[in-house]
């Protein structure tokens, strides 16, 4: 049996996954709420982080110091960053890092590291299932920041520097924390807007349906991994 840490930022990103949990037992530390449940063969471990990096950071430790979670997956939602990429469909992650934190700070620094890559297991189990439910995936590169990007000015010099295929909020520093502790990790986001000028309008309305989309997706990985 495997035990793994799901972490989603909003409620809404969690509702649909903590809903298929059956005889839960819930943890608070640090203010956060963790709850446990067996989810096919394996033990599953769920928190809402809340909005940020540092948020997703105490998070992801917690999950593997306190509950020895074998692996991580990061489900949510994200803007689309690629041209070509459209609402409702998945971003899986390859690589993460923050858009804004100059990459010069983690790489001549500690931890002398600045682009964190995903599990390729992860990636490929992500999907496997994607693929059978029939939904558009994208695997590429995600970016985090601690602003939310409804600016089309913005997403253009972003995208110059970076090449993101989606950009949000949390992916970076789960990636950071499980790296240095070496701890498999995945982001699997669904699209609810194109971080542009309708961002937030859009972001309102697919908000629920892309939350849902991923919890979906995330329970069928939990029950193969």
């Not at 769920?46 to 692996?71: E, P, R, S, Y």
């Not at 997403?155 to 970076?172: N, S, V």
Request: proline share 3%; net charge negative.
């Amino acid at each position: 049996m495997k035990t793994i840490g799901i972490i989603g930022a909003m409620p809404s990103e969690l509702k649909d996954i903590q809903s298929a949990q059956k005889d839960t037992a819930s943890s608070d530390i640090a203010g956060y709420t963790f709850v446990e449940s067996i989810h096919g063969a394996n033990k599953i471990v769920t928190v809402c982080c809340g909005i940020g990096k540092v948020n997703a950071a105490v998070c992801t430790q917690i999950l593997i110091d306190h509950f020895g979670v074998d692996c991580i997956i990061n489900a949510g939602i994200a803007g689309g960053m690629k041209k070509g990429i459209k609402v409702l469909e998945i971003v899986i992650s390859t690589s993460v890092l923050p858009h804004d934190l100059d990459q010069h700070f983690l790489v001549d620094y500690p931890p002398y590291h600045g682009i964190y890559e995903a599990d390729e297991a992860l990636q490929a189990l992500a999907k496997s299932v994607c693929d059978e439910m029939g939904i558009v995936t994208h695997a590429g590169k995600i970016v985090s920041g601690d602003a939310f990007v409804t600016d089309s000015a913005v997403k253009a010099r972003i995208t110059e520097a970076f090449a993101p295929d989606a950009i949000d909020m949390e992916t970076a520093a789960i990636g950071q924390c499980a790296w240095r502790n070496k701890v498999p990790f995945v982001s699997v986001r669904c699209i609810s807007d194109l971080a542009d000028d309708d961002g937030a309008m859009s972001f309102d309305e697919f908000e629920v349906r892309a939350a849902q989309r991923v919890a979906q997706i995330v329970m069928k990985m939990c029950e193969r991994e």
